[in-house]
């Protein structure tokens, strides 16, 4: 039993005591006491109920009898009125026990049964999310292959296809292995600056691509934090990926630290097609995506990195204003 539940039992226990002592002595000094302790017995019950179900309750009830019955039966008047009004209280306590116990388990099984099937569906949902991804970069391979086999086309090129769709596919793998392990940091005394201008440099082949410039405005003084730089350089890329994604041609994506008084405020800032209320609310949602080859997972896993190393991540955003995502992380001083 867990350790918060022993003291309901203990609780119960007393309280049961307790009704007793006082109902019984006050059986000849006062009538209407005597009548209003016995209504006092519903309060272990019900507590056996709402916290044990239907067999805590029925347990509760069987101790309460074994309490009022032998006194029942001790002061037994044979007053038709007296009595009858005592042995209706032993019943109706009964059918308060049953009641409300039945409906606690009836609720709590319903409730166990509503998880179950969100449990489910939520794997199923990731387990065809996960497939989807893959499917395409997978028939890419097969396709690029089966051209290397029949001699078509030019080897070289295939070969690069092929590299490129493995790639997306270790991307898919990697987001999805982050997401669902726990994380556990491997943190040292490293320098912010370093870390972003690798994350800036992991993504600028992308930024080249989509014809978006990447600057960053970094303090040149070192900006000393513990942290875990593969990680954090991670967090920082999926951001800056976001960012070029949602950026035109020709746009700018600026990546800037200050150092506060014990905080380093890192800002990724984006002037691209911004967000919804819909979207900016759903963001942080594993696999939510609003991209036809995205994982949903980046935001996830920067938030999740950002927050084991007790920092703060803020995003905002106005459809056609462009993004802020602005991160706070705690300075070594
Ligand atoms: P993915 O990039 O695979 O779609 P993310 O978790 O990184 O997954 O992002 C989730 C969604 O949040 C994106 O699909 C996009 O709609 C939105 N989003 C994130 N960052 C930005 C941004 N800087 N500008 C506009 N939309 C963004
Ligand atoms: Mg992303």
Same mark, same amino acid.
């Given at each position: 039993?867990? /350790?918060?539940?022993?003291?309901?039992?203990?609780?119960?226990?007393? +309280?049961?005591?307790? @009704?007793?002592?006082?109902?019984?002595?006050?059986?000849?000094?006062?009538?209407?006491?005597?009548?209003?302790?016995?209504? +006092?017995?519903?309060?272990? *019950?019900?507590? !056996?109920?709402?916290?044990? !179900?239907?067999?805590?309750?029925? *347990?509760?009830?069987?101790?309460?009898?074994? +309490?009022?019955?032998?006194?029942?039966?001790?002061?037994?008047?044979?007053?038709?009125? $007296? /009595?009858?009004?005592?042995?209706?209280?032993?019943?109706?306590?009964?059918?308060?026990?049953? *009641?409300?116990?039945?409906?606690?388990?009836?609720?709590?099984?319903?409730?166990?049964?509503?998880?179950? /099937?969100?449990?489910?569906?939520?794997? !199923?949902?990731?387990?065809?999310?996960?497939?989807?991804?893959?499917?395409?970069?997978?028939?890419?391979?097969?396709?690029?292959?089966?051209?290397?086999?029949?001699?078509?086309?030019?080897?070289?090129?295939?070969?690069?296809?092929?590299?490129?769709?493995?790639?997306?596919?270790? &991307?898919?793998?990697?987001?999805?292995?982050?997401?669902?392990?726990? @994380?556990?940091?491997?943190?040292?005394?490293?320098?912010?600056?370093?870390?972003?201008?690798?994350?800036?440099? $992991?993504?600028?082949?992308?930024?080249?691509?989509?014809?978006?410039?990447?600057?960053?405005?970094?303090?040149?003084?070192?900006?000393?934090?513990?942290?875990?730089?593969?990680?954090?350089?991670?967090?920082?890329? &999926? +951001?800056?990926?976001?960012?070029?994604?949602?950026?035109?041609?020709?746009?700018?994506?600026?990546?800037?630290?200050?150092?506060?008084?014990?905080?380093?405020?890192?800002?990724?800032?984006?002037?691209?097609?911004?967000?919804?209320?819909?979207? *900016? &609310? &759903?963001?942080?949602?594993?696999?939510?995506?609003?991209?036809?080859?995205?994982?949903?997972?980046?935001?996830?896993?920067?938030?999740?990195?950002? /927050?084991?190393?007790?920092?703060?991540?803020?995003?905002?955003? !106005?459809?056609?204003?462009?993004?802020?995502?602005?991160?706070?992380?705690?300075?070594?001083?």
């Amino acid at each position: 039993m867990r /350790e918060g539940r022993k003291w309901y039992v203990l609780v119960i226990f007393l +309280l049961g005591v307790c @009704i007793t002592y006082l109902h019984s002595s006050t059986v000849e000094t006062s009538h209407s006491l005597h009548d209003i302790y016995r209504q +006092l017995y519903y309060i272990p *019950l019900l507590i !056996g109920a709402l916290v044990f !179900g239907l067999r805590g309750s029925a *347990l509760t009830y069987l101790f309460i009898c074994a +309490l009022y019955v032998p006194y029942l039966a001790l002061t037994w008047t044979g007053t038709v009125y $007296f /009595e009858v009004k005592r042995l209706l209280f032993v019943l109706f306590a009964g059918i308060v026990a049953f *009641l409300v116990g039945f409906f606690i388990d009836r609720d709590r099984k319903q409730k166990m049964e509503l998880e179950k /099937e969100r449990y489910l569906a939520g794997l !199923g949902q990731v387990s065809t999310t996960i497939v989807h991804d893959l499917k395409n970069p997978l028939i890419t391979v097969l396709g690029y292959a089966r051209r290397i086999r029949e001699g078509k086309g030019e080897p070289a090129e295939a070969a690069g296809i092929i590299m490129d769709s493995a790639e997306v596919m270790q &991307n898919i793998v990697t987001d999805v292995l982050d997401f669902a392990r726990p @994380i556990s940091l491997e943190k040292e005394d490293g320098e912010a600056g370093t870390v972003i201008r690798k994350a800036c440099d $992991f993504c600028s082949e992308k930024a080249v691509e989509r014809g978006v410039t990447l600057a960053f405005e970094i303090p040149e003084t070192p900006l000393k934090i513990s942290l875990d730089a593969p990680r954090m350089q991670r967090a920082l890329a &999926n +951001l800056i990926a976001n960012a070029i994604d949602a950026s035109d041609p020709g746009g700018k994506v600026t990546v800037s630290a200050v150092e506060g008084k014990d905080r380093l405020v890192i800002v990724v800032t984006d002037r691209g097609a911004g967000m919804d209320k819909d979207t *900016l &609310n &759903n963001i942080f949602i594993p696999f939510f995506t609003k991209k036809q080859s995205g994982t949903g997972l980046g935001m996830s896993i920067a938030k999740k990195i950002i /927050e084991a190393h007790d920092g703060t991540i803020q995003v905002r955003s !106005g459809p056609g204003q462009g993004t802020q995502v602005t991160i706070g992380l705690p300075l070594k001083r």
